[in-house]
């Protein structure tokens, strides 16, 4: 199911607040009822990940060598709040941000990722970065909202943040004087039973369990990268070995060899851990994995996972929408493969065609290129469907949440 951090899911339980019936996850609607912003990405509802979605788009974009259209860029900067921090989804921003608005650390770390590599956003980007680092914990790591418990997805894309502003994440402290470096490691769990693994909480005790997703991103964070990460010349030698996660360095050593473990179980991709996803793969995961392990060397088992993602990524990337095909294209870019030739699709014309044109391209879509637009919004299984699944369930879901839900946002 994860189109990465699943921005949907977890903007979804942040509001919710608390324990959710399935009444409550069964509102929103996988369409908008209202007409959608022409410079944004996706046709699909972005009341929980419009701003996550464009900054995935527009970064894969970049890291392509396509320039995105102004309006598409335009629109992302313009659901900037005024202290700087992002939203899911404003659909009037020129309304002010209230205290209602659901301002979060992963919708605004990714905006930053993508703006600071664009460029000329300077302003945009200092003032983001200035709200992340005021809603920091004290023990120097991020949750979803501000007020929530520090988790590793967070955390790690805050860092990647923080790196592609130009800014040193160990400098980054909180009040009590702690960096995301001392935070990760108290989020890595043990060697023993657990693996070396990044935990995510359990959303109703809190209680962390080994977590693939959760682990590539702390490995990422652990490591100071964002999520393009540039293709290792070598191969790390052998598996690293679990030992105590005293420090950052260590807790992603562990984490690198926990999900070289758990990919060696299918050989190559990770298993979906959702609530009735019996024996399927996790396609937006192992996308996940292929990132972390290429930023920690582990070139031969990310390259690997990669060439399963070229042949079993389609029917996902076209039911997923636009940050599935910007997941592809950080996994391609991390192991040096061609994204404009992935297992025989174009990702890049693929992702273009989610959205208005990017500079330099044709005004209008081609028609087969709307039809294939169609189709990838409303083919697949309702993302609306697997979050009242997993809501109800009651395990802590995808990249982005972690811890208890019963604090609510200051």
Not at 62 to 83: F, I, N, Y
Not at 157 to 169: E, F, H, S, W, Y
Not at 194 to 202: E, S
Not at 216 to 225: C, D, H, I, N
């Amino acid at each position: 199911m994860n189109v990465r951090r699943s921005a949907a899911v977890l903007a979804a339980v942040a509001v919710l607040g608390s324990a959710a019936a399935p009444a409550a996850v069964a509102a929103p609607s996988p369409s908008p009822s209202t007409a959608l912003p022409s410079g944004l990405y996706g046709t699909k509802d972005p009341k929980f990940d419009g701003v996550f979605r464009q900054s995935y788009a527009l970064l894969a974009q970049h890291t392509e060598g396509v320039q995105p259209a102004a309006k598409a860029v335009d629109w992302l900067t313009g659901q900037q709040c005024a202290s700087g921090g992002f939203a899911p989804f404003r659909a009037d921003a020129t309304e002010p941000c209230g205290s209602k608005t659901q301002v979060d650390s992963n919708s605004t770390a990714a905006a930053v990722q993508a703006l600071a590599a664009l460029g000329g956003q300077d302003k945009t980007v200092k003032k983001s970065v200035q709200w992340l680092t005021s809603v920091q914990n004290k023990d120097g790591g991020w949750g979803y909202n501000p007020g929530l418990p520090s988790d590793a997805n967070s955390t790690g894309i805050v860092v990647g943040a923080l790196v592609a502003a130009g800014r040193n994440p160990a400098s980054a402290k909180s009040h009590d004087g702690k960096s995301p470096y001392d935070a990760l490691p108290k989020l890595a769990m043990d060697c023993g039973k657990d693996g070396g693994a990044f935990g995510l909480a359990d959303a109703k005790s809190g209680k962390l369990s080994p977590n693939a997703d959760a682990t590539a991103a702390g490995v990422l964070g652990s490591l100071g990268r964002g999520l393009v990460v540039t293709p290792a010349k070598k191969n790390a030698s052998g598996a690293p070995k679990c030992a105590e996660p005293d420090t950052a360095a260590q807790a992603a050593s562990n984490g690198t060899g926990y999900l070289l473990k758990t990919l060696g179980k299918t050989e190559d991709h990770l298993m979906s851990s959702m609530p009735g996803a019996t024996d399927q793969p996790d396609v937006g995961n192992t996308a996940d994995a292929v990132v972390a392990l290429a930023a920690a060397g582990q070139k031969e088992r990310a390259e690997k996972s990669a060439q399963w993602l070229t042949k079993n990524s389609a029917d996902w990337a076209k039911e997923s929408g636009p940050a599935a095909y910007a997941q592809l294209i950080f996994a391609a870019h991390a192991t040096g493969l061609d994204a404009r030739d992935f297992g025989g699709a174009d990702l890049v014309k693929q992702l273009n065609a989610q959205g208005p044109a990017p500079q330099g391209a044709s005004d209008s879509a081609t028609a087969s290129d709307e039809d294939d637009k169609k189709k990838d919004d409303d083919g697949g299984v309702s993302v609306w469907w697997i979050i009242g699944v997993g809501l109800v369930a009651g395990i802590g879901i995808g990249f982005l949440y972690s811890g208890n839900r019963k604090k609510k946002q200051p």
